[in-house]
């Protein structure tokens, strides 16, 4: 089973950066041979409409000659250059659909594509909304998951709320799962941690890591005989996001030495947000708790003690009889030198807080017409607008009818 991977934009090139980077340790990947082909390059596609972001990044991956698509004007962070494209570089569409081909050929098994992105740039949102529906279109029958990247709260860019909102209706209307990844979440933890001030480094490594726990290789998903099929990411799917209508993951994820499960968990579960900005408890639909540096194979036996810990933190829904799946896997190659990490993937409430937010303050710029003509400069009318708006209150009445 092959995954493919495509990495849009600066920010989606960033991470992916970072995250090969981590990949590369884990020697079961590579016999596996689900994210990284047996001649030893990687299954990934990498696409920026600028390039100087693609030539750092290329000097230290083993990206396949041809799989770096890259176009020479920016995207001026606006959806709609990004999706619609210029005049002079329609081409940039075209180069990264033939190249995801060419590379999906190349898998003796397709199974799917992971896509990585952010919500605010012209490219990572205008042309990874774009990708997103190709890839729907061209290979309906497979996977499609979208690791996307939301700006911080206190403006990146005036245009964000509105690439956000955008980008989100076509992942709502195209994606299997959208690992939603916020870019305050991150600061904040890294804050705590980081003496001085946090780099762009710093958010990238982080971000790959609480990745690379969803996505390496577990021996709970690995066959008897002993060589992975890359299933964890189409198994996260599965187990947490069965119902079209709740498609949006939130990740926690911490790694450390010298300390038990327990002490280990108690850590993780502080940093899990419980309350909405109201008030009101948050929930959550489905959850996956995968531990990693599980040698002595002794997280199952901890999980009789967590489970319910784990389950009142979250505030599983009552309907759902099995809100927990946990996957362990021996070693953890992304992580520290001889630490575990334990990373839960879950369908929670958070998303309601953002999207609700997000709706709020595109609504205010659109009802005053604010920034409206750079969008129609560049193809995008009010129909857009209006199914965005349409798409992400239809998620909002569906999430807050499933948490009740």
Known sequence: MSTVFLHVGQCGNQ????????VDKDNSVKESHSFVHPDGKQRSIHVDS???????????????EGNIVCGKQGRGTNWALGYYGSQREQHLLEDSIERVRKEIEKCDTYSGCIMMHSLSGGTGSGLGSRL?????????????????????????SPLQH?????????LQRNSDCVILTHNDDVLQTLEKKVKGSVSFDNMNNSIAASLCGLFLP??????????????????????????PGYKFLHINHLSRSKLTWEALMGQLLLGVRRYNTQGGALGSLSNVVIARGDSGKTFLYSMKTLEKKIKAVYNCVTWNPFPLDVWTAATN???????????????????????????????????ATAYIHWYK??????????????TVYEVLEDYKGALK
């Open 15 to 22: 991470v992916g950066h970072a995250f090969w980077k981590k």
């Open 50 to 64: 600028e390039p100087k972001v693609l030539q750092k990044i290329s000097r230290g991956l083993k990206i396949r």
């Open 132 to 156: 997103c529906e190709e890839m729907r279109d061209h290979y309906p029958l497979a996977h499609l998951m979208s690791c996307a990247f939301a700006p911080c709260k206190s403006g990146e």
């Open 162 to 170: 509105y690439n956000s909102l955008l980008t989100l209706s076509k």
């Open 218 to 243: 577990t021996d709970s998903l690995t066959p008897t005989r002993g060589v992975s099929i890359g299933m964890e990411p189409w198994e996260l799917i599965r187990a947490t996001c069965p119902v």
């Open 333 to 367: 190659p992304a992580g520290p030198r001889e630490a575990a990490s334990i990373t839960i993937a879950s369908n929670h409430g958070t998303v309601v807080d953002y999207l609700e937010t997000l709706v709020q303050r595109s609504k205010v710029m659109y009802d």
């Open 377 to 390: 400069r560049h193809g995008s009318g009010q129909e857009d607008f209006e199914e965005a708006f349409e």
